[in-house]
């Protein structure tokens, strides 16, 4: 079956169809949310988070010729939301220790 047949039956509802676009490139997928990324897991989930984002919305793509494009955009897209929540987290081992009497000492309750 050509990419364009599977397109017609993914935006018919197939999911089968799909997940067959997505597996038949899928090493490409993954090596642009990785370049994007740089951690495996990250890479996996905006994987996962684009295939949702197609199925959601693949009724919406107008030139069913242009999917591929499309879903890597809605991949770079994905990784952007990664990145950004990313740099939002405070991570423990990043914040420095201090003593507990310190900390009182400086409001003055020591």
Do not use: P
């Not at 996962?48 to 999917?67: G, W």
């Not at 897209?77 to 507990?100: A, F, G, H, P």
């Amino acid at each position: 079956m050509t990419e364009l047949e599977l397109v017609n039956k993914a935006k018919d509802g197939d999911k089968e169809a799909l997940i067959q676009l997505v597996m038949a490139r899928q090493h490409e997928y993954y090596r642009l949310a990785y370049v994007y990324l740089k951690q495996k897991e990250d890479s996996l989930d905006a994987l996962q988070d684009m295939i949702i984002i197609l199925y959601k919305n693949i009724q919406s793509l107008k030139n069913d010729e242009a999917f591929f494009s499309w879903s890597k955009t809605i991949l770079v897209n994905c990784c952007r939301q990664t990145l950004k929540k990313r740099n939002k987290m405070v991570y423990l081992s990043d914040i420095e220790e201090q003593d507990y009497n310190e900390d009182r000492n400086s409001f003055g309750d020591g």
